[in-house]
């Protein structure tokens, strides 16, 4: 069975950064999510088999994310953050390769395959 791991969550202040992983064996596409207290989970950002990428609006300019192929490991780096960004961030991942428009890859239909989640927290 293919396996997801995140790590990188943590405690920073406003206008620092964080960067995200995601090991993420045996997938193609891989994605990140986020859910807010007392929010829906929403996308930020997705990676396809052919290393095209889709942001949010909220993630464009202040997030990247890019795949390291050796290491099986896709990471979210944010940039900038704000408090309003605290929240629970997971990953997703399937086996499709390419295709999706923007909205597409970074909906939660898109994926059969989530990880347990880690946590950013930013105070301001």
């Known amino acids: 069975q293919a396996h997801l791991a995140e790590s990188g969550g943590g405690s920073v202040q406003a206008g620092e950064s964080l960067t995200l992983s995601c090991v993420a064996s045996?997938?193609?596409?891989v994605a990140w999510f986020r859910q807010a207290p007392g929010k829906e989970r929403e996308g930020v950002a997705a990676?396809?088999?052919?290393?095209?990428?889709s942001y949010a609006d909220s993630a464009q300019g202040r997030c990247t994310i890019f795949r390291d192929k050796a290491k099986n490991t896709v990471y979210l780096r944010m940039m900038n953050l704000e408090p309003e960004d605290t929240a629970m961030y997971f990953c997703?991942?399937?086996?499709?390769?390419?295709?999706?428009?923007?909205?597409?890859?970074?909906?939660?239909?898109?994926?059969?395959?989530w990880g347990q989640g880690t946590q950013g927290t930013v105070s301001s």
């Open positions: 990676i396809d088999g052919d290393g095209t990428t």
């Open positions: 997703a991942a399937d086996q499709w390769n390419s295709g999706l428009t923007t909205g597409e890859a970074i909906s939660e239909s898109a994926y059969n395959y």
């Open positions: 045996g997938y193609t596409c």
